[in-house]
């Protein structure tokens, strides 16, 4: 599942590299001769940005401050409306409230991602932007989702934060709508510790995402940083020489991640599967989903309870769903209802999403396990079903 797991001495050198090779310049700009003309955070953009295809990349300090970003640089403001989906880490609703925008909250389908039955009425005047998340590495349904926008007339940010190395019809997450952003903490498919990144395949919109990222720095290389130019203002959300230098390496290793996860998720939907009560979550691109989570549903909230309950006694632990829904359902989210004047009715108002997620479970699927630990995991998982 997450990049932690392959974490060794290749990163501790990587490490050691910018203090040894560089004189320990931390910082992402200037100081060439100091650093010895190393710049491990354009590097790191450079490549990630080839990985999956986009002309660039805008490194950034966390997912959460990539969608903030990309957001800002395409325009979002205070009063405008940006609709995205019930089921998503808390962030997505916080980027856009830090915009001054409002949240207009869509039920999620079998996908566990946002019902394109729902987002064409939830179009109004003052829509100027579509949020889907390709939740737990499975993509959104892009061609409808995209169809609809285009109707409308209405941009695509993708929040790909959780589906990292995913593709949709041959195309890699954040490259299927206008822009798309990623999470690189310590729980995803490559890790720098905190850090994310946009990639579009506009490029001038990363450019002025990497401005808004270094508080509206042009970076005229005819000029010392102290007297560059600037069109805008922005913020500090840069990425540090060490972060970067951990993502190199955890990059090189993306596929590998990938290859796993659909070993594992093989033979854990097999062995699974043989039980008649449970449905799993579906799917929109086998081959291209980043296969890192198993997701099923029962008849009842009351089912899925005990299910957890007896996979907790084995050992076995969930992901996301049912223990941290707390942060990633919006029904649950009373920080942020309770103190705005949206959806007083926040408890109720997501019936659809909540009456699927109440009877679901998800379980991670792991990258360091060998053959017999996927079947081992799964055995125990059948074993709970078989027993209720």
Known sequence: MPGFELINRKERKAVLDVFDKSNGVLFAHGFDARRNNVFRVREFEK????????????????????????????????GDEVITQSFTFIATIEAILACGAKPAVVNVNDTYNMDPAELGNAITEKTKMIVPVHMLGNPAEMDKINAIARRHNLPVLEDACEALGAKYNGTYTGLLGDAGIFSLDFGKTITTGEGGMIVSGNAELITRCMQFADHGHECDPSLPRGRDTASFYGFNFRMSELQAAVGLVQLERLEYVKKKNHAHKKIMKKIIGESDKIRFRRITDRKGELADTVIFYVESPQLAEKIVENLAKKGVGTKNVPDAMRWHFNKHFTQIWNNTSYYPDYATRWAKSDELLSRS???????????????AFAQKVLDVLNEI
């Open 47 to 78: 490549k990630f940005a080839e990985k999956i295809g986009s002309p660039k990349a805008a490194a950034c300090s966390s997912g959460t401050a990539a969608q903030y970003i990309a957001m800002k640089a395409m325009g979002i403001k205070e």
């Open 361 to 375: 479970v998800s379980l991670p699927v792991m990258v360091n396990w060998k053959k017999n630990d996927a079947e």
